[in-house]
């Protein structure tokens, strides 16, 4: 048995699930996560959920410098005490989707690296945060769910391409580092995980007009599935079904496409289509 899962037990913690806490111990896989992630020595990095800090040990091995933000207050002093005598770790209680980050960080040199096993209930929505907050960052590394790894890495036309995946790249490179099984968790979750490294682009994937409009083009995209693309401008952008149609034209489309079938290029296109009109 592990250190860390050794003193879990003596402190006799119960792991709450409404907050998604499955910890692994295995140390070998620990490093080997912290390899993934392609942490350097002269760089900080940002730690969401470090939980019983299993995985900030290796972190601070291996970077200048570590900030953790953990929301359960009850593991505050189970890390204060683990990490002790450590003297690149800073601990912070807060909520990675409320706090501001940016106010939190702005100590960190930049860019800095975010590395999480992060609850699965709020994968979508904090990948979303990071890659909209206009932070410094050099890459996301991010323990998911297996399925939620194949739909950030899906490509235009296949079952899992929609707009997280369309973020994710247009923000990112997205690759996946390693699947990880339930067995190597406490308490072994129901499904199988991945760890996905996101090295974040110097440029989007497309230049477009404007952002907002691009991703609300995405929305429109994915809202109907099995429909045109003309079809989903229709209803999300509530436009005529004629604007629609000559909409997909200006932007060099055929009306009776798909919207998961287009590539980020081709809806970056059509919402500066969109934009110009």
């Given at each position: 048995m592990s250190r860390t899962k050794e003193r879990i037990r003596e402190t006799t913690l119960q792991y709450r699930k409404?907050?998604?806490?499955?910890?692994?111990y295995d140390e070998e896989l620990l490093e080997a996560l912290v390899r993934d992630a392609g942490v350097a020595k002269d760089e900080d990095v940002l730690e969401i959920g470090p939980g019983a800090g299993s995985l900030t040990k290796p972190l601070c091995?291996?970077?200048h410098r570590v900030l953790s933000l953990e929301?359960?207050?009850?593991?505050?002093?189970?890390l204060n005490a683990f990490m002790a005598g450590q003297d690149n770790f800073t601990l912070v209680q807060g909520d990675a989707m409320t706090a501001d980050l940016r106010a939190v960080t702005g100590d960190l040199r930049t860019p800095f690296a975010v590395?999480?096993?992060?609850?699965?209930?709020?994968t979508t929505p904090l990948i979303t945060r990071l890659l909209s907050s206009d932070l410094p960052l050099s890459r996301l590394a991010l323990m998911v769910q297996k399925e939620v790894a194949g739909k950030i890495l899906s490509r235009p036309g296949g079952e899992g391409w929609g707009p997280l995946a369309v973020r994710c790249q247009y923000f990112c490179e997205p690759y996946l580092a390693r699947e990880v099984p339930a067995a190597c968790f406490t308490p072994a979750p129901k499904v199988d995980s991945a760890f996905v490294v996101m090295p974040v682009r110097k440029e989007p994937a497309v230049r477009v007009r404007d952002e907002k409009a691009f991703f609300r083009i995405v929305t429109a995209a994915f809202a109907l599935r099995r429909k045109t693309?003309?079809?989903g401008l229709t209803a999300s952008l509530h436009l005529e079904r004629e604007e629609a149609?000559?909409?997909?034209?200006?932007?060099?489309?055929d009306p009776k496409v798909r919207g998961e079938e287009l590539t980020i290029a081709q809806l970056g296109a059509l919402?500066?289509?969109?934009t110009e009109s």
């Open positions: 409404n907050l998604g806490q499955n910890f692994i091995r291996a970077a929301l359960d207050e009850r593991l505050i002093p189970l590395v999480a096993n992060i609850p699965y209930y709020i693309m003309a079809n149609r000559a909409l997909m034209e200006k932007a060099g489309l919402a500066d289509a969109w």
